[in-house]
């Protein structure tokens, strides 16, 4: 066969830009890589705080500091080591620094009853009107240092509290971490605004169910629609003027509990007596809110099944002066030593305690009344910053995320002035404010 000097040429020519080729490439992707390792070091953020000490969600540390890298905790304690050469020192003389607190039972389409009715709230308020003060209180809630909130029902106002979990999340407004109960369930006829008229349904402040197919639908869709969780009313009164009385039977909290658990969502229940507090502690709940008449005898099958307890200390608390009693001047009412009592007989019998107000019943922003609460009715301030943090994500499902300092959790961290787990009040002077990474307040010494 005739050699052909043209194609020889070719094929050499095109082996050797084929090397030159490879050779730019490999050259390229060295570069590439370098330049990426760089940016990366750029971009990730480091802050170091450093605090005057640290409480880590369980314990307070003196001569600790923090270090944030993006949206992560990349270390807490004592350490030495070398700094990456592009971290931010913020100085925060006089504080104590803490996982971002997590308010445990809040509604952020309320507002405080002694403005508007919660009836008038329910009926008369637009959606939109509703929305728009919820934006307000998700910025008042975050402001305040709490950096999740479990919204426990939107009373009325549908799967609300799913989008705004969504608009936060988004970016589009500031507020905290949401873990939302959407509509809440309660019994038909059970619930409230209550009409005179018997030819008149109102609507109501959650989804009303009779029945197992109501039920287990009713569960279904709510999980769809965006609920973290499963919030049941255990009791209520079945007329005005009537005595709490359990709404659902054993039957119907075994639906509920197994079509929650095969979503993977807690159930909560709101129960106020022993008999409903019993019935949803058998049934397996993860909390137990309000409880106000309970007794030994629950509070004992409660710590022995691992049902911890949200007492809603600050809303009781609220209500009463909303209707005349003037705290420290006047005696102390009937519902309020019956309050003491129940709460006591639950740490008494080494109850998990949580940290959760019923805010919305008063301002969104006043957290802090109900871990001073906690604190006057006989818990210690130390006890209170745990609930409110590591306690909280514990009991919730959320401890691989929040509530501790600690490396791989989510950067939620927050300072405040003084000693809270010697002044409890103190938990209200904040100085700084991270969520996620990025810092809501920075503000200089007073
Ligand atoms: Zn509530």
Known sequence: MQRNPYIEGVTFRFAFSSLINILLLLLFLFIFQLTTLFLNAQTDSFYLLKPDRVFDGEQMHENWIVLIK?????????????LPSNTRIIELKGTTLLPGLIEGHSHFFLHPYNEVSWNDQVLKESRAERTARAVNHAKATLMAGFTTVRDLGTEGAMYDDAGLKRAIEKGVIPGPRMIVATRAIVAKGTYAPRSENADIDLPQGAEEVAGLDELSK???????KGADVI???????????????????????NIIM???KNGGRKVVAHAMAPEAMKMAAMAGVSTIEHGDEGTDEVFKLMKEKGVAFCATLAAGDAILQYKGWKKGVDPEPADIIEKKKSFQLALRNGVTICMGGDVGVYTHGDNAREMELMVEYGMKPLDVLRSATSVNADVFGYADKIGRL?????????????DPSREI???RATRFIMKDGKIYLDSKQP
């Open 70 to 82: 993006g949206n992560k905790i990349e270390a807490a304690g004592s350490m030495n080591f070398k």
């Open 218 to 224: 009713t569960v279904r869709s709510q999980m769809s």
């Open 406 to 418: 600690k490396k791989g959790l989510w950067a939620d961290v927050i300072a405040v002035e003084n």
């Open 258 to 260: 197994t079509i929650a």
């Open 425 to 427: 009040k103190a938990i």
């Open 231 to 253: 919030k049941v009313y255990a009791d209520y009164r079945y007329g005005p003027n009537e005595e709490t009385r359990p709404a659902f039977t054993e039957k119907e909290w």
